[in-house]
């Protein structure tokens, strides 16, 4: 749209990067009337927001992050009436588990830190959570049960926000990718590969992984870098399995986690990380690391033992050195705002995300607490480090 | 180099293949799905089966015959390791896998002679118990002398088709009639190409007037309609014939394929080159006249690049396996790669003037009922492909998959993969090679989820 027009496209916002987060703002912004067009360089949701394994968890994040995943949860129970579709949420619940006592201790802490915060977590101990999710491995000692979390489609969710978004009256542009941004003294100027200007005062940068060099050109460096989370999925079998299952553990390869979609296969991630390209724009899947998620996956639930897995993907992620999200208005370049980096942990907090940011540009102000991610958290050590 | 070269796929051309590595003195790992070496074509039956060449190859029994010898005079001096699926690519090599017991295998090079399989189009109950590929048809008859009926109908195009039908006849099995949805005319015209090989070309007739002594009716430019069945089975199959006339022909087993799809997902793992093969109406990896990849110790060789037979998959075995030798500066007179080349080209023509004659009907994936289930893995109907693309606007089959699921399931697209693309294709009104093609994951196949490395 408007890619070989002489005069620049305008807006009120552009956002730039049709992830979940690009996606959601884009939506919320239409409810508070600003005009909107959002850039994507390959297909809305198409990135670490279609590739991601669907976890929709609040138990676990980091203690002041749980106002906005809050909110974001309470969007998620609302989807059919904002967006006309549900993508596959499923409140089914959430246990974290674990085999070693010292990680127990440390759900328990976990269980009471977070109460002040608005979630009620259920201790249970192994043989309790036997006797409610009959799956669970003989292994497990404690579970942290959260009953409200869940999955949903990653598939689905953030192209339900931009095709909503789209209908609201935003303008969406997929196959297009922003080149430069720079401003002038009223308005931020886009410039995409196919020739388009795009004009606007208020501008989201949501480009996931691919956020550090956009915000670097404002003089905001952040130490990032991009990783490959490594996914699979069985063939299907009969749907048994309502909560999300993760393992709590403190050893990385221990750290495997699944979920089982209506449909009756079973997703499941976790363990290492493998690296991913931003030139690419492919996350590596190395099959060792398959493997190696193989006897953790059948620790938590037995009976995995007898499937098969089918396929198995990765996606670029974006990952600070602190291993929270770049967040918030710009600390240098006022109508700048920042939604990228997530961490791989953003797809529970996407619609949380959009109506958070929205509301920020739309209104300059949010009752949640974004302070923790703020861009300019790293200024003073960035001088001397690079990145991770 | 220390790591050896693999061979994947012990049919004609990994058998050639590594018979020219071990001539050259390398002594090749040779990796194979099939618990016996022959691939599909020749195919053997199990030790303890007793049916002699002649019966299970006819006419190409001398030609199984020295492949068969020829392999079993090599297997005291290469790696063979038979029933075992190559499922994926690490950094520490080739992943295999052998019941639960998973191979990593490092390797200087690779030669990818993985065969190809049916190309299938659905049709409206095509789901039904009782109704199988031709390749799967062919199978059942030769490794374990079972038809998959006893009043079969085989329905589909290209020469496979009255081979299979044929070699039903034969086994005693007389099919209720064979269907093929290419016209008397357009295989008239692909004629001129196959003349390169008149000997397969008296043969084919010869199938066919076989089948025509037999009282078996074969009936040229049909177009399928639907499989008709009840929960226990295929009961018969509705069509069209040339003149537009609704027909039903009953049956009790249904045996289908339109011409092959190469098994290119190996060589898409090891991130090879592909590019759209307007011939075969599919994309294929790149390759040179001698079967080198874009990946400098990956070669090509067989169905499973280019489908263009048996005999010349033997050449091209060979071949890739001199371009390998090549590239190392071992010795190869030009006169072989000259001959084999000369082989294969011959062979090339005959290929593109079959695939002339006997073309992948895609208009008939265009006008499917959007009730007809494509991915029968996911259950996903033509209907919800161009849903899709339409108030979902996939402009690409991945897209489509990851919105709808077609290509999703066991066998990640490689039985729906092209129709589900022509779907979209047709649905969007672009050229089918615009909406690409199905990316590979590893597993390639279902990988056991018990399984374990063994060193
Ligand atoms: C394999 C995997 C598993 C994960 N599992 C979970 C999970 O279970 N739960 C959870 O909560 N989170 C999970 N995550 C994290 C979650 O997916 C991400 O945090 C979230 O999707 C980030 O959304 P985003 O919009 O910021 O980024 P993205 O979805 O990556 O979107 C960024 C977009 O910006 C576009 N873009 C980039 N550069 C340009 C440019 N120059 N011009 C135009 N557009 C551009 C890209 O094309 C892309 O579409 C996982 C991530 C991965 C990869």
Redesign the pocket.
Known sequence: MNAFAREPARADVII????????ATAFFLRTHGLSVIL???????????????????RQGRYLPQLPLANRSRDIWGRLPELIGEDAEFLPGGHIRVTTRAEDGARLEQYARDCKPWGLDLTMMTGDQARAMFPMVGPDIHTVSYSPHDG?AN?RLA?PAFGRAARRAGAQVVEQ????SIMKDSVDFIIE?KDGGRYHAPLLQI??????RS?AASFGEDVPMAPQ????GVTEPLPYRIQPVIGSASSVTEEGV?LRQVKRGNIVF?GGRRSSADLVT?R?RLDPMNTLRQMPHLARLVPAMARLRVIRT??????YVQDSL?IMGPSDRVSGLFY????????????PGVGATMAELIATGQTDIPLEPFHVGRFQRNMEHRDAP | MAEPVIVVGAGPAGTRAAQRLLQAGLRPVVIDENERQGGQIYRRQPENFIRPAEKLYGTEAARARALHADFESLRPHIDYRPGTTVWGVADEGLLSVRGSAITVQPFSAIIIASGATDRIMPLPGWTTPGVYSLGASQIALKAQACAIGGTPVFMGTGPLLYLVAWQYLRAGVTPAAVLDTSSLATRLRGLRGMMSRARVVVNGVRYMADLMRAGVKLHAGITPQRIEGREDGVTGVLWQDSRGRLRRTACDAVGTGYGLRAETQLADLLKCDFMFDRRFTQWRPQVDLDGRTSRQDVYLAGDGVLLRGADAAEAAGRLAACALLQDRTLPVATDEIEGLRGVIATMDRFAGGLAGAFPWPAHLAAALPDETVVCRCENVTAGDIRHAATALDSPEINRAKALMRPGMGRCQGRMCGLAAAEILAAARGVPVEQVGRIRTAAPLKPLPLDCRITP
């Not at chain 1, 297909?43 to 670490?48: D, F, M, V, Y």
């Not at chain 1, 490959?228 to 996914?231: K, V, Y």
Request: glycine share 24%.
């Open positions: 730039v990067g049709g992830g979940f987060m690009g996606a850039l994507e360089r390959d297909l809305i949701g198409q990135a670490a927001s279609g590739t991601n394994f669907g976890n929709v968890r999955h990653p953030a297009t990718e922003v080149t995409t949501s480009s996931g992984a691919w956020g956009m490959g989370p490594q996914m986690y991630g724009k996350a993907w990765s996606g670029v992620e974006g999200p939604a990228f980096g997530f961490c791989g942990h953003g797809f529970q907090l996407g």
